[in-house]
């Protein structure tokens, strides 16, 4: 096969259906005002998710999710998990939170990400709300949030 | 004066409406389900706050108070404000949320808490909701509120 007909499969391969990004996860508008879940601070690389979620991150679920949160159960479809992450700067013994450096969405929709278990994933970068990270919603998100399927693939538990 | 006669006298000065707690400022039930305004961890007695309030807190507001905090101007009667405390432990290089140390709470009415910038003042030990902490709002609560009568009293401000 000639070198460019090799590398044409090769890009066709890189947006076909089975490693795009997950349709239809929107911009979660109104999700600060939404329920707030947990919180934590990633503060140092003896956190292997240091590199890519150092900050304070909080945790925020709407209704649908909430109730699940609340009274455990699969997440119903409708369901939408917000991971805020800010940046954490030490200020005089404190972690205080800064810019924002990203913020990722958890959709469920179980016909529609059936090859996800039944979520889409999205991240914005910053306070963007077009512009999208995930590129491969299945290898960038679901190939470590699969680790969870016991809690319906969702890190976070309620902190009451 | 006999002995006995100056003890009385001083236990009647401890209980003096001047000294007294904030009467009427309830436990804020379902706050975790109000808006969530900010956090902070404050993790070593470099932070002149960590004997008091050391540990990740959470701030919450009721609808009125969120009207002031997204809007500005001045909290209306009514507003709720709660300061979450919880442990904060170190793990792995994060900051992560243990048991409650407290739940302190500020409730806004201009006519009933004159003295202490129109805000009552209360805390609940842990999950308590009946273990009362303050004896003394002005000393214990107003004396460092007042250093943000600009700000209306309140110390922290939204982070959208």
Redesign the interface.
């Known amino acids: 096969m000639p070198a460019r007909l090799k590398l044409g499969f090769f890009v066709l391969a890189l947006v076909s259906p089975a490693l795009a990004a997950s349709p239809g996860v929107e911009y979660p508008t109104g999700y600060?005002?939404w329920?707030?879940v947990?919180?934590?601070?990633?503060?140092?690389?003896?956190?292997?998710l240091?590199a890519q979620f150092g900050g304070?991150h909080?945790i925020?679920a709407n209704a649908d999710a909430?109730r699940a949160f609340t009274k455990g159960g699969t997440f119903p479809d409708g369901s939408v998990i917000v991971f805020d992450l800010?940046e954490?700067k030490e200020e005089?013994?404190?972690?205080?939170?800064h810019d924002r450096k990203l913020v990722g969405v958890m959709r469920k929709d179980r016909a529609k990400y059936k090859a996800t278990g039944g979520w889409g994933f999205e991240g914005f970068k910053g306070d963007s709300h077009e512009d999208r990270m995930v590129k491969d919603a299945n290898a960038e998100c679901f190939a470590c949030h699969q680790k969870q399927k016991d809690n319906d693939f969702v890190f976070s538990g309620y902190?009451?």
Do not use: C, E, T, W
């Open positions: 600060r005002q329920a707030h947990k919180s934590m601070v990633i503060f140092s690389d003896k956190n292997p240091f304070m909080h925020y909430m800010l954490a005089d013994g404190a972690y205080v939170a902190r009451p």
